[in-house]
């Protein structure tokens, strides 16, 4: 079985971007954020986007940055 963070490293270098909502979804990962930081400490390079639904609230939706 793999991690949440391997999962998600592997979701990311496909080339997709994502959001808390689909990482508890399709991963079952609660805290995207500390996946993420885990992820960056590991030498990744990811940016953050800020984004808003369409009720208002704000949430991060997560890249990869390809290496060069």
Same mark, same amino acid.
């Given at each position: 079985?793999? #991690?949440? #963070? #391997?999962? !998600?490293?592997?979701?990311?270098?496909?080339?997709? #971007?994502?959001?808390?909502?689909? %990482?508890?979804?399709?991963?079952?990962?609660? $805290?995207? %954020?500390?996946? !993420?930081?885990?992820? $960056?400490? %590991?030498?990744?390079?990811?940016?953050?986007?800020?984004?808003?639904?369409?009720?208002?609230?704000?949430?991060? $939706?997560?890249?990869? !940055?390809?290496?060069?």
């Amino acid at each position: 079985m793999k #991690t949440q #963070t #391997t999962q !998600i490293l592997e979701y990311l270098e496909s080339g997709k #971007t994502i959001s808390p909502a689909e %990482a508890l979804v399709w991963a079952g990962c609660f $805290r995207l %954020a500390a996946r !993420i930081k885990d992820l $960056r400490d %590991a030498g990744y390079d990811i940016e953050t986007d800020m984004k808003k639904d369409s009720n208002g609230r704000r949430y991060a $939706r997560y890249r990869l !940055i390809p290496q060069a």
